[in-house]
T-cell receptor, first 115, second 112 residues
Framework: NAGVTQTPKFQVLKTGQSMTLQCAQDMNHEYMSWYRQDPGMGLRLIHYSVGAGITDQGEVPNGYNVSRSTTEDFPLRLLSAAPSQTSVYFC??????????????FGPGTRLTVT | TQLLEQSPQFLSIQEGENLTVYCNSSSVFSSLQWYRQEPGEGPVLLVTVVTGGEVKKLKRLTFQFGDARKDSSLHITAAQPGDTGLYLCAGPPSSSYDKVIFGPGTSLSVIP
């Protein structure tokens, strides 16, 4: 049981490049989410999904796209990288309790630098 | 303005001391979770509190959910160096129950 896995662990991009951060979970959780973590800001919600085929915006969605074609996978796409997107990105999954996400499990993170 | 506020932002104490960190909001939350995060790793869930007034204990850690479900506290008794880390509260606000929002965290350092 691997839990939540993320790839890559580290990435350096040039301004304007695009890339996809991968996230997969093997716990059959319906709910998945992406956060970014910056110093002093805690974790900020980028996008989330309550189930396959359903995605929605979080607190800071601009510049990012997501899709959820399967229960297991929830990739995050950076369309045109900007230095402001330099951050640590975490993917999480949880089961739902009466429609509310409950107890999230996090991946190890992807450290992204945009130059 | 963040939906969840945490205080203090930083805390440095000697081993053996007691401490309390706070998580506050003007909004009602369906539940509140506490996580601990160590450098270079993802947050790890410590506890979830669901009912207003609920108290949960995890060894030397005591968690309380406010009666109005707008605040929570984490009390650590006889802190140890292994308690060092970033403590984060999070939860889905009742107004948008499908989003889990995090506070900015309290960075705790326990000095041997």
């Amino acid at each position: 049981n691997a839990g939540v896995t993320q790839t890559p662990k580290f990435q350096v991009l040039k301004t304007g490049q695009s890339m996809t951060l991968q996230c997969a979970q093997d716990m059959n959780h319906e709910y998945m989410s992406w956060y970014r973590q910056d110093p002093g800001m805690g974790l900020r919600l980028i996008h989330y999904s309550v189930g396959a085929g359903i995605t929605d915006q979080g607190e800071v969605p601009n510049g990012y796209n997501v899709s959820r074609s399967t229960t297991e996978d929830f990739p995050l796409r950076l369309l045109s990288a900007a230095p402001s997107q330099t951050s640590v990105y975490f993917c999480a999954s949880s089961y739902n309790r009466q429609g509310v996400p409950y107890e999230q499990y996090f991946g190890p993170g992807t450290r992204l630098t945009v130059t | 303005t963040q939906l969840l506020e945490q205080s203090p932002q930083f805390l440095s104490i000697q081993e053996g001391e007691n401490l309390t960190v706070y998580c506050n909001s003007s909004s009602v939350f369906s539940s509140l979770q506490w996580y601990r995060q160590e450098p270079g790793e993802g947050p790890v869930l410590l506890v979830t509190v669901v009912t207003g007034g609920e108290v949960k204990k995890l060894k030397r850690l005591t968690f309380q959910f406010g009666d109005a479900r707008k605040d929570s506290s984490l009390h650590i008794t006889a802190a140890q160096p292994g308690d060092t880390g970033l403590y984060l509260c999070a939860g889905p606000p009742s107004s948008s129950y499908d989003k889990v929002i995090f506070g900015p965290g309290t960075s705790l350092s326990v000095i041997p």
